[in-house]
């Protein structure tokens, strides 16, 4: 079965850095999107994407998040100056307009 | 602002039981989606519910959509260790854009 894939797995940064992760969605689809889930806590949308903008995007999705799609393959999320708080799984999600795929997940790490 | 509740919120059960997970929301929707997430791991997709009354069945889990009551379950049968794992609702508010909401999640544990 087609996977949505995230790498890296695992990142470690210390506060004020930029992080970029990764995700390569299913290809045929169209919609992509990036969840996080803090530990232990239920999982939270965070932004959208179709035809290389934004759709929408929850509160979460401040002034320090962006998304790009720099090629046919590759969706990433930058965080520009990570704090504390982004310390989270973040999952990335693709739809075939019947539900939505996660991959397997960056976790985040911020020291 | 839109919640989704799921109760209980841990369940510890024995290998052969039966029980019954409860996902109730609060604004309609007639789209539900029931996720399964082992530690550490991402979200697999176990059923989609469309309708009101749909019932959906796979191995020893089975999922029903009340729209009316705002209510879904999931129905485990005959529980097994292998089934042991986080179970999350999730619903999409606005048909068709698929900005889930979840639910804070069920942590299950089969005890063998």
């Known amino acids: 079965e087609p996977e949505v894939t995230q790498t890296p797995s695992h990142q470690v940064t210390q506060m004020g850095q930029e992080v970029i992760l990764r995700c390569v969605p299913i290809s045929n689809h169209l919609y992509f999107y990036w969840y996080r889930q803090i530990l232990g806590q239920k999982v939270e949308f965070l932004v959208s994407?179709?035809?290389?903008?934004?759709?929408?995007k929850s509160e979460i999705f401040d002034d320090q998040f962006s998304v790009e799609r720099p090629d046919g393959s590759n969706f990433t999320l930058k965080i520009r100056s990570t704090k504390l708080e982004d310390s989270a799984m973040y999952f990335c999600?693709?739809?075939?307009?019947?539900?939505?795929?996660f991959g397997s997940g960056t976790q985040l790490s911020v020291l | 602002e839109l919640k989704v509740e799921q109760n209980p919120l841990f369940l510890s059960m024995q290998e052969g039981k039966n029980y019954t997970i409860y996902c109730n929301y609060s604004?309609?929707?007639?789209?539900l989606y029931w996720y399964r997430q082992d530690p550490g791991k991402s979200l697999e997709s176990l059923f989609v519910l469309l309708s009101n009354g749909a019932v959906k069945q796979e191995g020893r889990l089975m999922a029903s959509l009340d729209t009316k009551a705002r209510l879904s379950t999931l129905h485990i049968t005959a529980a097994v260790h292998d089934l042991s794992a986080t179970y999350f609702c999730a619903v999409d508010p606005t048909s068709g854009t698929y900005k889930y909401i979840f639910g804070t999640g069920t942590r299950l544990k089969v005890l063998a």
């Open positions: 999600a693709s739809h075939n307009f019947e539900k939505l795929f």
């Open positions: 604004t309609t929707s007639d789209r």
């Open positions: 994407f179709y035809n290389n903008e934004i759709s929408e």
